[in-house]
């Protein structure tokens, strides 16, 4: 069996604010979906290159979904087991 997930990055940002914003969504084959975020925020320092701030929010995202996911994963298996579960990261 094979499933597919899908990840979209939803990515922000303002020519008024030096914040990128990143919004990681994970839809799941049965429709269940995990939310994960992250940021990068210029400062005056920086060099004008706007994509690295678009991969820093982005991976920032994308890790934040990932520690959700392996949260939730511990929950479902907390409750399965009857006992606290951590998993390793």
Do not use: C, K
């Not at 520690?67 to 390793?88: G, P, T």
């Amino acid at each position: 069996m094979t499933e597919t997930w899908n990840v979209a990055i939803y990515l922000v940002d303002s020519p008024d604010d030096p914040t990128t914003r990143a919004h990681a969504v994970l839809t799941t084959t049965t429709g269940a979906t995990l939310d994960g975020y992250g940021r990068a925020r210029f400062t005056a320092y920086d060099l004008d290159v706007p994509e690295v701030g678009t991969e820093v929010a982005a991976a920032r995202a994308l890790r934040n979904l990932a520690d959700r996911l392996l949260q939730a994963s511990s929950d479902d298996l907390d409750d399965l087991e009857s006992h606290e579960i951590h998993l390793v990261r």
